[in-house]
């Protein structure tokens, strides 16, 4: 009878100790990668509004339609720019008719030899509207990284068992790593600003 007993009492799980420290490590990870993600998001926000570059998905697309490559050539001329020149003796129509285009912000130009693709010319209202936008995304993401820092302070100070020093410590390594993105972010916002100005 007392071998069952003890039998069944090494079957039950024993209780886990979680260290603390690993805790605090955890809590600072998350932010890392929450941190991450803001710049990111900002970045390619920013992106969607005034792309600098062609949409790499769209010259893939071009590239890798088989119908389209036996109707034309593809060039790109520029980061700007993309050519279709039909083959033989194909006309700019017949490309025309396969290439299914739905994006507002490509300007198609249809020349006597070739099809030509690229970003429009930003115009002094664009620029604007993106300044002013960009503005509104800055101040977005400097009060979501002050939002974390606040709930990050909030989670550790609920965290038991942690000597001061540890505490401490990671409270100087959030506050580097907030201020390490906060530099990023606002460099990435001058950058884009100046781009702008231009």
Sequence with gaps: MLEKHLNSLSRISKPTFICPNSILECIYVQLEKTLSNILNKFEVTFNKILPSKLNWSLIDKIKNNTSLKSLCEYNQTSETTIELRPKGKLKIKDVILFLHINNPSLIVENNKDCIKLSLPIITYQR????????????????????????????????????????????????????????????????????????
């Design 127 to 198: 620029r604007g509207i993106a300044l002013s936008e960009l503005s509104r995304i800055f101040e977005q993401c400097k009060e979501e990284i002050r939002a974390i820092r606040k709930d990050i302070i909030d989670k550790i100070k609920l965290v038991k068992g942690v000597c001061d020093s540890n505490r401490l410590n990671l409270l100087k390594r959030i506050d580097n790593s907030i201020a390490k993105t906060a530099i990023l972010l606002s460099n990435c916002y001058s950058r884009n600003k100046s781009r702008l100005s231009i």
